[in-house]
């Protein structure tokens, strides 16, 4: 899977029409501009439109010392006004101007997080980082003698090459807080230490409800007991929630087997101090549109089904949620149908999806199926696909049902791979299915409100991306084996973050994983039923 993500973006030529004096030439040509780099310790993001590299270094890369490998051009004879390869100090924005057919300008600039903390014994609540000011404070209780602590962790600079000066097992007195030397990379911080007294014991900090678990967050002293107490709105008896994880004066559970839609009651507690009482309320329970595939009709085309039915009695039925590749290998005829409803042989109801991988004229396509639309059909070189539906709920697993009969590769369905990826001629197939949720806007990946992730199947630089920085969740499996029984596969969902809602989902299967790189095998078949979003 590429690990960046690079939208390429065609600029068309903007032709300037009005009065220009003749001894003034126009300026026609394409822009010049970067298509790609590539550097050392760092992930490069490219921003076609506002002309930005952001390179998102290593915790360990120095932001002062970026060394970059290799960079690429629209078009050639784009030369830049300073040396864009080898090491380049990115501490500040670095301007750079492209000279082409049309010139350009550009800015350089480096993002990094370097994971930094401070705690003592008998800490209460989490510590606060002032990396501007090179200031750390934490907090003990105010029956703590603040000239006998300890150091019980430190980190103010990348792991594996910061030094401190005294040692942090040297440090004892915070009555006056305490100064300590950081260096790394050759230069030295000062910062300063404090230790705050407080009265106040345990404070709840947040309760994020999803639909059927919420998770809890509260500040006490490390090393004492604490927890958290949970009932229903209007019972009498509270709950102690298990599996309270303490880290430096921070701790967090999850309550389980919450009911969706329902006032809950929750409280903190640290020894025999107790929070005030906070509500929350659950969210809702949806499922995914036609999961079962037993919804579709020819009324998107004449060659192909189609997962809905405008003349359907159920309102969310009526209009396309899933989408296939139908659209773009039907272009030379019907029987080149990738993607249709299979009504004899299901795991429920009365019908289910079946997708059927082969080699279609010239160009190798996977059977697919996937939430969001076909866009268009590019040439004979490829197609354009958005993904997602709109989404705000947090499942915990995506299950189904499957079958799956794994064809082996040939060499003319060959067609490429992403880059570590060892799959030869002879190799089984791989069947994928895989889900994501995130806060993609269709503005930065080029799709439609609705469907903002647009794909370019010429474009490896479009390729979604599942450690992207819009992706909150994701999860997939993989098979390069027969399924010959109908089988209930789940997929539990990776989050990133507890705190932050998506906005669309993006559910996709595909008989061939590679079908994007127009790899797989023309054997290959997936039957799929009864999708169903666990909460």
């Given at each position: 899977?590429?690990?960046?993500?690079?939208?390429?973006?065609?600029?068309?030529?903007?032709?300037?029409?009005?009065?220009?004096?003749?001894?003034?030439?126009?300026?026609?040509?394409?822009?010049?501009?970067?298509?790609?780099?590539?550097?050392?310790?760092?992930?490069?993001?490219?921003?076609?439109?506002?002309?930005?590299?952001?390179?998102?270094?290593?915790?360990?890369?120095?932001?002062?010392?970026?060394?970059?490998?290799?960079?690429?051009?629209?078009?050639?004879?784009?030369?830049?006004?300073?040396?864009?390869?080898?090491?380049?100090?990115?501490?500040?924005?670095?301007?750079?101007?492209?000279?082409?057919?049309?010139?350009?300008?550009?800015?350089?600039?480096?993002?990094?997080?370097?994971?930094m903390y401070f705690s003592v014994t008998g800490q209460v609540g989490v510590s606060r980082i002032d990396?501007?000011?090179?200031?750390?404070?934490?907090?003990?209780?105010?029956?703590?003698?603040?000239?006998?602590?300890?150091?019980?962790?430190?980190?103010?600079?990348?792991?594996?090459?910061?030094?401190?000066?005294?040692?942090?097992?040297?440090?004892?007195?915070?009555?006056?807080?305490?100064?300590?030397?950081?260096?790394?990379?050759?230069?030295?911080?000062?910062?300063?230490?404090?230790?705050?007294?407080?009265?106040?014991?345990?404070?709840?900090?947040?309760?994020?409800?999803?639909?059927?678990?919420?998770?809890?967050?509260?500040?006490?002293?490390?090393?004492?007991?604490?927890?958290?107490?949970?009932?229903?709105?209007?019972?009498?008896?509270?709950?102690?929630?298990?599996?309270?994880?303490?880290?430096?004066?921070?701790?967090?559970?999850?309550?389980?087997?919450?009911?969706?839609?329902?006032?809950?009651?929750?409280?903190?507690?640290?020894?025999?101090?107790?929070?005030?009482?906070?509500?929350?309320?659950?969210?809702?329970?949806?499922?995914?549109?036609?999961?079962?595939?037993?919804?579709?009709?020819?009324?998107?085309?004449?060659?192909?089904?189609?997962?809905?039915?405008?003349?359907?009695?159920?309102?969310?039925?009526?209009?396309?949620?899933?989408?296939?590749?139908?659209?773009?290998?039907?272009?030379?005829?019907?029987?080149?149908?990738?993607?249709?409803?299979?009504?004899?042989?299901?795991?429920?109801?009365?019908?289910?999806?079946?997708?059927?991988?082969?080699?279609?004229?010239?160009?190798?396509?996977?059977?697919?199926?996937?939430?969001?639309?076909?866009?268009?059909?590019?040439?004979?070189?490829?197609?354009?696909?958005?993904?997602?539906?709109?989404?705000?709920?947090?499942?915990?697993?995506?299950?189904?049902?499957?079958?799956?009969?794994?064809?082996?590769?040939?060499?003319?369905?060959?067609?490429?791979?992403?880059?570590?990826?060892?799959?030869?001629?002879?190799?089984?197939?791989?069947?994928?299915?895989?889900?994501?949720?995130?806060?993609?806007?269709?503005?930065?990946?080029?799709?439609?409100?609705?469907?903002?992730?647009?794909?370019?199947?010429?474009?490896?630089?479009?390729?979604?991306?599942?450690?992207?920085?819009?992706?909150?969740?994701?999860?997939?499996?993989?098979?390069?084996?027969?399924?010959?029984?109908?089988?209930?596969?789940?997929?539990?969902?990776?989050?990133?973050?507890?705190?932050?809602?998506?906005?669309?989902?993006?559910?996709?299967?595909?008989?061939?994983?590679?079908?994007?790189?127009?790899?797989?095998?023309?054997?290959?078949?997936?039957?799929l039923d009864d999708f169903r979003l666990e909460y």
């Amino acid at each position: 899977m590429i690990k960046r993500i690079i939208i390429l973006l065609s600029l068309a030529v903007t032709v300037l029409a009005g009065c220009i004096s003749n001894d003034i030439p126009a300026v026609s040509g394409k822009p010049a501009s970067i298509v790609e780099m590539v550097a050392e310790g760092a992930e490069v993001t490219i921003d076609q439109t506002r002309h930005i590299v952001v390179f998102n270094l290593n915790e360990s890369t120095d932001m002062r010392n970026v060394r970059i490998i290799s960079v690429t051009f629209n078009t050639d004879g784009v030369t830049p006004d300073i040396p864009l390869e080898g090491p380049i100090d990115l501490s500040s924005p670095v301007k750079v101007t492209l000279h082409g057919e049309k010139d350009s300008f550009w800015t350089l600039k480096a993002e990094q997080n370097i994971e930094m903390y401070f705690s003592v014994t008998g800490q209460v609540g989490v510590s606060r980082i002032d990396a501007v000011n090179h200031r750390a404070i934490t907090q003990v209780s105010g029956s703590v003698n603040r000239k006998t602590l300890s150091i019980s962790s430190l980190k103010l600079g990348p792991e594996g090459l910061t030094s401190y000066s005294p040692s942090p097992d040297e440090i004892h007195d915070f009555s006056n807080g305490q100064e300590i030397d950081v260096t790394f990379h050759g230069r030295t911080e000062t910062w300063s230490l404090f230790v705050e007294q407080t009265e106040s014991l345990v404070e709840l900090l947040s309760a994020e409800a999803w639909t059927r678990v919420a998770w809890l967050e509260a500040s006490g002293i490390e090393g004492k007991s604490c927890g958290f107490r949970i009932r229903e709105k209007g019972q009498e008896e509270w709950t102690d929630v298990p599996d309270v994880v303490m880290e430096n004066g921070i701790f967090k559970a999850m309550a389980d087997n919450l009911s969706p839609l329902t006032e809950y009651e929750c409280t903190a507690y640290c020894e025999d101090e107790t929070t005030a009482i906070a509500s929350f309320t659950t969210e809702d329970e949806v499922q995914l549109p036609n999961a079962g595939f037993e919804t579709f009709s020819n009324a998107e085309s004449s060659k192909y089904y189609s997962f809905f039915d405008p003349e359907s009695a159920d309102p969310q039925l009526r209009s396309k949620w899933w989408g296939s590749g139908n659209k773009g290998s039907t272009t030379v005829g019907s029987t080149y149908s990738i993607t249709i409803p299979e009504t004899e042989d299901f795991a429920e109801g009365k019908a289910s999806v079946k997708l059927m991988s082969q080699y279609v004229i010239i160009k190798f396509a996977a059977g697919n199926i996937f939430s969001g639309e076909y866009y268009k059909t590019i040439g004979t070189s490829g197609g354009i696909v958005r993904m997602g539906r709109p989404f705000t709920l947090r499942p915990r697993k995506l299950s189904f049902k499957i079958k799956y009969n794994c064809g082996k590769i040939s060499e003319k369905t060959l067609g490429g791979y992403p880059d570590g990826d060892p799959v030869k001629v002879g190799d089984n197939d791989r069947g994928c299915v895989w889900v994501s949720l995130g806060t993609w806007d269709y503005h930065k990946y080029g799709g439609s409100a609705d469907s903002p992730v647009e794909i370019n199947t010429t474009d490896r630089g479009t390729f979604f991306n599942p450690e992207g920085p819009d992706v909150i969740a994701y999860g997939s499996f993989v098979t390069d084996r027969s399924i010959e029984e109908w089988t209930t596969v789940e997929i539990p969902l990776d989050y990133k973050t507890t705190t932050v809602k998506p906005t669309h989902i993006i559910v996709s299967a595909a008989a061939s994983m590679l079908g994007d790189y127009f790899t797989g095998s023309a054997e290959s078949v997936m039957w799929l039923d009864d999708f169903r979003l666990e909460y």
